[in-house]
């Protein structure tokens, strides 16, 4: 085994082209229903939306997809992206695992996101778009769908969470640095927004609203369309870079994982890396543990139902299969923005349920016990969405251990948190509380999911 900690690829060994798990998998992921006539979706219905390289990419059954020049000479910038073996952190908990991890934070935003934003931006650009309107969480996405946006001479418009553009101003002016525009979200400038506010004056928003806020405004103007940062098929195929790049560092390392590990919101981080090896293991037989990680207090994996449901709360999006805590559903204002929503990626449901990955829920606080420890070894602050995957690794590291078993452990460090100090300062200040979901809220959203005869 090599001494090193650090893995490097030559630009020249960056990927040319995304993998697509649909054409290993034993079956096809349920089809999209229209939200008017229950019918399966076809690219006529998103044209308005999305460009029609994008809805191309949303059901090609191809299992690997060509990255144009274009995109790869802006990933170029930071990619391909470094894989440490975190010998420190191994040595901190004096275990026998070996952890390794994939480190995201090297990008022009300090995550994982612009391996989708500049694809997403150079397809619209392509067919004619001038303006893109999207949603944001923690602002991770709007910051780089504003950054892919100025390359392709794109207008943006960002509608960000209430909650998140209050406590987190220095994401904002990232937007503004870009040259985007950034509204909090209920805005008054939508039907949605207006919507939620004359019931909710105080609303402090959630993704779902954000998108169908972002939505509408898209499918307004023909000039606009409207992207969005997680959850769809062609999002989770751009992110297969980041497990296409590991499993060639992990040859360098001469090693190979046991243990997959991704923290998991929208879920596109965690495909990114995950689903090149969950291809391996369909093709191969191979046996390589896929771990979802997702915040107690929006546990959809580990607490929510797959069903049909709505992408946002104004049910204006198609209905997809997927694990859902209801679209009604408002988790607590975690600090981590990025995991706050009501959805899990079809795919990555799909894939839960064909029991080729695992999912556990880890509350706040001990993410935040394992996202210092993590940077008081490896000298990297974790996004407060990627401690979640930091706990999980050592976790499992520990129980190494206890066992005495060497697994070595691959998990996505899915962005850096330098933007995130206030949520490290709230902990630090013992103003974190691990707030469970609301019980009653669950039933209620669960109860509203939508009738949808089984497909
Ligand atoms: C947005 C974000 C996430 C959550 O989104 P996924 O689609 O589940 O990956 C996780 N980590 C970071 C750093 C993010 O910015």
């Given amino acids: 085994m090599s001494d090193s900690v650090k893995y490097l690829l030559d630009e020249e060994h960056m990927p040319k082209s995304w993998y697509n798990l649909v054409a290993d998998l034993p079956s096809p992921p349920p089809a999209v229903l229209h939200p008017g006539t229950g019918q399966p979706v076809g690219p006529d219905d998103l044209a308005p939306l999305f460009p029609m390289a994008l809805i191309g990419q949303e059901v090609t059954q191809e299992r690997e997809v060509e990255i144009p020049e274009p995109v790869q000479d802006v990933y170029r910038q930071w990619r391909p992206a470094p894989l440490f073996r975190a010998r420190k952190l191994e040595k901190a908990l004096d275990t026998p695992a070996r952890i390794y991890y994939k480190y995201e934070g090297v990008s022009p935003t300090g995550s994982h996101k612009p391996n989708t934003a500049v694809p997403q931006a150079f397809y619209n650009q392509q067919e004619g778009v001038k303006r893109l309107t999207t949603e944001t969480g923690a602002g991770q996405w709007g910051s780089s769908i504003a950054y892919a946006g100025q390359y392709f001479g794109l207008e943006v418009d960002v509608y960000m969470v209430k909650v998140s553009y209050q406590q987190k101003p220095y994401r904002r002016a990232l937007m503004q640095t870009f040259g985007a525009r950034c509204v909090p979200s209920p805005s008054t400038e939508t039907n949605a927004g207006r919507a939620i506010l004359a019931q909710h004056p105080d609303s402090t928003g959630s ?35 980041i497990g ?48 979802a990680v997702e915040p107690a207090s929006c546990p959809t994996l580990t607490r929510g139902r797959y069903a049909y449901d709505f992408g946002d709360t104004a049910s204006l999006t198609p209905l997809v299969k997927m694990y859902t805590l209801g679209s009604a559903f408002v988790p607590s204002p975690i600090h981590a923005g990025g995991l706050r929503y009501h959805g899990m990626a079809p795919l990555v449901s799909h894939a839960k349920a ?28 974790p996004a407060p969405e990627s401690t979640h995957a930091v706990k999980a690794a050592i976790d499992e590291a520990l129980k190494c251990k206890e066992s005495g078993e060497s697994k070595a452990i691959l998990f996505n460090l899915s962005g850096h948190g330098y933007f995130d100090m206030q949520a490290y300062t709230d902990f630090f200040d013992g103003k974190l509380v691990d707030e469970p979901y609301d019980e009653a809220m669950l039933a209620k959203a669960l109860d509203g999911l939508p009738d949808v005869a089984a497909e």
């Fill in 244 to 291: 296409q790049e590991a499993m060639m560092q992990m040859e360098m390392a001469n090693d190979d994982p046991d243990i997959v590990i991704g923290c998991a919101g929208g879920g596109s981080n965690l495909a990114g890396l995950a689903f090149p090896y969950i291809g391996r293991n369909l093709r191969e037989g191979k046996k390589t543990r896929i771990v």
């Fill in 354 to 381: 064909l029991g080729l990955l695992e999912a556990r829920a880890v509350a706040q606080t001990e993410c935040f016990k394992a996202g210092v420890l993590f940077a008081k070894a490896e000298g990297v602050v």
């Fill in 207 to 241: 993704l779902g609203i954000a998108i169908s806020e972002a939505v509408e405004m898209a499918a307004q103007r023909d000039d606009t369309k409207y992207a969005l940062g997680s959850v769809l098929n062609h999002v989770l195929l751009h992110q297969t870079i």
